[in-house]
């Protein structure tokens, strides 16, 4: 059983920061590709960030690009998602998941096998 836990949402200002985690529980984890997705009051999900197993390769919405960074350790089984000038349009229920079964582009929602629960960034302005 694959389980995915966020943490680290809150309620910051317009301009601040936040540093979300994601802890899975996976017999391997260090080999699969993890993305952070969001979802708004009354918009469909989004993808937000994404990065390969070898964090090498990361992938991020024009939205955030410059402003937010993914990243990954494998020992500790966990993915990042750092956020800085945080905007009121980020406001979101914030989601991680784990590509597990195939290799789909990390933009597509489709491409991702578990989901975390999701934790709420609320930004101010």
């Known amino acids: 059983q694959v389980q995915l836990v966020e943490a680290g949402g809150g309620l910051v200002q317009a301009g601040g920061s936040l540093r979300l985690s994601c802890v899975i529980s996976?017999?391997?984890?260090?080999?699969?590709?993890m993305g952070w997705f969001r979802q708004a009051p009354g918009k469909e999900r989004e993808f937000v960030a994404a990065?390969?197993?070898?964090?090498?390769?990361?992938y991020y919405a024009d939205s955030v690009k410059g402003r937010f960074t993914i990243s990954r350790d494998n020992d500790k089984n966990t993915v990042y998602l750092q956020m800085n000038g945080l905007k009121p349009e980020d406001t979101a229920v914030y989601y991680c998941?784990?590509?597990?079964?195939?290799?789909?582009?990390?933009?597509?929602?489709?491409?991702?096998?578990?989901w975390g629960q999701g934790t709420q960034v609320t930004v101010s302005s």
């Open positions: 998941a784990v590509q597990l079964y195939n290799s789909a582009s990390l933009y597509l929602q489709r491409s991702y096998d578990y």
């Open positions: 996976a017999r391997s984890f260090s080999g699969f590709p």
């Open positions: 990065i390969n197993w070898s964090a090498d390769l990361t």
